[in-house]
């Protein structure tokens, strides 16, 4: 019986040892190789792949969503503030929709943000009749089904050449610019309804930047969050984007 005893507790003290082994040896090889693991899941601007495709930044905090989730609650809140039926929102936090439709209060950023995905198979266009790309009148299609008539400006039959930075996207058709004047808190609100939902619908409609109050969105950073605008005359609301949201689509390249 003695002899027993002793050989379960000398075979209990081997397991304690191999189990410590294993963990200073588990320990060592994460310190080791953990950074190049950690890199090797990370996307090229240093952003980690299972970070949620979108984020509401909302008073109990951050909200993870799927960029399905992501526009379904843009969607509705641009629906509803229109007084239109909007879709069932039930499987989405009621914070997260109550941000979207509240904007961020004064002088806060954005509210939602997605992860780029900018799109390399696309062929180059040309402008059409309205003075639009087919990408691009496609996006205004798109606003207009989701958000009803709005003033838009930026184009033009046969394009427009003049009113923009150098290389602006407008002088290819390729930008719109949705205007809401005069700036107010409301008009502001207003302004990020539709730039959340630009930014979540991106994917879908080949958008490249969004540019509203300060803050630009790139399809190019697979970062979920927006910048800050650097405006050539910061005393400028419009070059500021103040009274505005623009939103250009994808260049493409050459077949």
Same mark, same amino acid.
């Given at each position: 019986?003695?002899?027993?005893?002793?050989?379960?507790?000398?075979?209990?003290?081997?397991?304690?040892?191999?189990?410590?082994?294993?963990?200073?040896?588990?320990?060592?090889?994460?310190?080791?190789?953990?950074?190049?693991?950690?890199?090797?899941?990370?996307?090229?601007?240093?952003?980690?792949?299972?970070?949620?495709?979108?984020?509401?930044?909302?008073?109990?905090?951050?909200?993870?969503?799927?960029?399905?989730?992501?526009?379904?609650?843009?969607?509705?809140?641009?629906?509803?503030?229109?007084?239109?039926?909007?879709?069932?929102?039930?499987?989405?936090?009621?914070?997260?929709?109550?941000?979207?439709?509240?904007?961020?209060?004064?002088?806060?950023?954005?509210?939602?943000?997605?992860?780029?995905?900018?799109?390399?198979?696309?062929?180059?266009?040309?402008?059409?009749?309205?003075?639009?790309?087919?990408?691009?009148? %496609?996006? +205004?299609?798109?606003?207009?089904?989701?958000? *009803? &008539?709005?003033? !838009?400006?930026?184009?033009?039959?046969?394009? =427009? @050449?003049?009113?923009?930075?150098?290389?602006?996207?407008?002088?290819?058709?390729?930008?719109?610019?949705?205007?809401?004047?005069?700036?107010?808190?409301?008009?502001?609100?207003?302004?990020?309804?539709?730039?959340?939902?630009?930014?979540?619908?991106?994917?879908?409609?080949?958008?490249?930047?969004?540019?509203?109050?300060?803050?630009?969105?790139?399809?190019?950073?697979?970062?979920? %969050?927006? +910048?800050?605008?650097?405006?050539?005359?910061? *005393? &400028?609301?419009? !070059?500021?984007?103040?009274?505005?949201?623009? =939103? @250009?689509?994808?260049?493409?390249?050459?077949?």
């Amino acid at each position: 019986m003695n002899g027993n005893k002793t050989h379960r507790r000398q075979h209990g003290s081997r397991r304690l040892l191999l189990s410590i082994f294993l963990l200073v040896g588990l320990a060592t090889l994460l310190a080791v190789f953990g950074p190049a693991i950690l890199s090797g899941l990370r996307t090229g601007d240093g952003s980690l792949l299972w970070r949620p495709e979108c984020v509401v930044d909302t008073p109990e905090g951050e909200v993870g969503l799927s960029r399905d989730q992501a526009k379904l609650a843009t969607t509705a809140v641009a629906l509803q503030a229109r007084g239109v039926a909007a879709p069932d929102t039930s499987g989405i936090d009621s914070a997260v929709l109550q941000r979207l439709a509240d904007g961020p209060s004064g002088g806060a950023g954005p509210s939602l943000a997605c992860r780029g995905s900018a799109a390399r198979d696309l062929p180059v266009e040309d402008i059409g009749a309205t003075g639009l790309t087919p990408r691009a009148e %496609q996006l +205004r299609g798109a606003l207009t089904e989701a958000f *009803g &008539n709005q003033s !838009l400006g930026g184009f033009a039959p046969g394009g =427009v @050449d003049q009113g923009h930075g150098a290389d602006s996207t407008h002088y290819d058709g390729r930008a719109i610019d949705v205007f809401f004047r005069p700036v107010t808190e409301e008009n502001r609100r207003q302004g990020w309804i539709l730039a959340h939902w630009l930014v979540a619908h991106a994917e879908d409609l080949d958008i490249q930047y969004v540019i509203f109050d300060d803050r630009f969105w790139s399809a190019h950073s697979s970062r979920a %969050q927006w +910048r800050d605008y650097d405006a050539p005359e910061p *005393g &400028n609301e419009i !070059l500021r984007h103040l009274d505005h949201v623009h =939103v @250009d689509v994808l260049g493409g390249s050459p077949g």
